[in-house]
């Protein structure tokens, strides 16, 4: 099955700064790869997806990149506030039932 | 939100005895999960569906079993529940074209003593 791994575990920047979150997959076969952002005691939501058609996407202050050769994707967040601070998840899934493939998160603290 | 609701939202229960987790969802979505979460493990697939009565195991399956007879029903049951199954547990959904968004319900938090 697939395998996803997520690094850093733990990112504190300032804000303003940039924060920028890696993950790895093993499944030659994925093709979706989304993000998604979990407050504390709060359910994860989608803050953005890339399909493998596509190299980069971006979402105001939002992007993702995508290196299929390399299998890896990278959530990278510009101007950061402190609302941005959350645990972060990267997941991939591509073959089966849609089933999603989740890194084991990133918390990123933004210190104002 | 997507409509998708978990019942209950907390649980303490013993060792030993069974518990069954309810996902309901208002979506007539057509694949449905069941995930736990603890902590350094982030989420991990523990059945899923993509159809009524069409159910299939995740990567951590043992100690837990499934049922889905309606298409807005998916129930996650622990037939005889262990400490090692203290955790986070979510459902998802995802109208199952090809890759697309999965919604998660509020969780359940289950604690067994």
């Known amino acids: 099955g697939e395998n996803v791994e997520q690094h850093p575990s733990t990112l504190s920047v300032q804000e303003g700064d940039s924060a920028v979150i890696k993950c790895t997959y093993s499944?030659?076969?994925?093709?979706?790869f989304p993000w998604y952002k979990q407050e504390l005691g709060k359910r994860p939501q989608l803050i953005i997806d890339?399909?493998?058609?596509?190299g980069e996407k971006k979402d105001q202050r939002i992007a993702v990149t995508l290196n299929k050769t390399a299998k890896h994707f990278s959530l990278h967040i510009t101007e950061t506030q402190p609302e941005d601070s959350a645990v972060y998840f990267c997941a991939a899934s591509g073959s089966g039932a849609n089933n999603l493939f989740f890194g084991t998160g990133t918390r990123l603290t933004v210190i104002p | 939100d997507a409509g998708i609701t978990q019942s209950p939202r907390h649980k303490v229960t013993e060792t030993g005895t069974p518990v069954t987790l309810r996902c309901h969802q208002t979506?007539?979505?057509?694949?449905m999960y069941w995930y736990r979460q603890d902590p350094g493990h982030g989420l991990r697939l523990i059945h899923y569906s993509y159809g009524v009565k069409d159910t299939d195991k995740g990567e951590v399956s043992d100690g837990y079993s499934v049922s889905r007879s309606k298409t807005e029903d998916f129930l996650l049951t622990l037939e005889s529940a262990t400490s090692s199954q203290t955790s986070v547990y979510f459902c998802?959904?995802?109208?199952?074209?090809?890759?697309?968004?999965?919604?998660f319900g509020q969780g359940t938090r289950l604690t067994v003593v």
């Open positions: 890339i399909r493998s058609n596509v």
């Open positions: 998802a959904i995802s109208a199952g074209q090809p890759n697309t968004e999965a919604f």
């Open positions: 499944d030659s076969a994925s093709n979706y």
């Open positions: 979506e007539n979505h057509r694949y």
